[in-house]
């Protein structure tokens, strides 16, 4: 019931756990508080990594720093990878070039006209008669 009466003793002492209550909550709200920027200051210091829980988990920081060390060579890698065949692919396009060239200067050269008047002067003809072919058979 609501309009019980209260003695003083007992107002007080409500009063005093009410209190008690609120001082704790304050308190654990101040404790977290704390904690989290004792934590992140203890980060910037440097004093984080002389916790057991830092010289426990060491290998396995070492580990995750070595993954992160072969992803960045691996970017690395593969760039140069993309320089290099960039660049033989360059070459290759330049010696096709070349090779074209080459034999389009040889189907030029080697044409019958031209032959024809570089063979004159040795007295060398083109033959006005068409070839003819032999054909012997073989017998059984």
């Known amino acids: 019931m609501e309009n019980e009466f209260?003695?003083?003793?007992?107002?007080e002492e409500k009063k005093s756990v009410a209190d008690k209550k609120k001082k704790e909550r304050a308190a654990r709200l101040r404790k977290?508080?704390?904690?989290?920027?004792?934590?992140?200051?203890?980060?910037?210091?440097?004093?984080f990594f002389t916790k057991d829980f830092m010289l426990a988990n060491l290998p396995f920081i070492f580990f995750i720093m070595f993954l992160l060390l072969l992803s960045v060579s691996k970017g690395y890698y593969g760039k140069q990878l993309t320089k290099d065949v960039k660049q033989t692919q360059g070459e290759l396009?330049?010696?096709?070039?070349?090779?074209?060239?080459a034999?389009?200067?040889?189907?030029?050269?080697?044409?019958?006209?031209?032959?024809?008047?570089?063979l004159a002067s040795k007295g060398l003809k083109e033959t006005v008669n068409p070839t003819k072919v032999i054909r012997i058979e073989k017998k059984k």
Do not use: M, P, W
């Open 32 to 47: 977290r508080k704390e904690r989290k920027s004792s934590a992140f200051i203890q980060i910037l210091n440097g004093d």
């Open 6 to 11: 209260l003695d003083r003793a007992q107002l």
């Open 93 to 101: 396009d330049e010696l096709t070039s070349d090779y074209f060239e």
């Open 103 to 118: 034999k389009v200067r040889l189907e030029e050269d080697t044409q019958r006209k031209k032959l024809a008047k570089r």
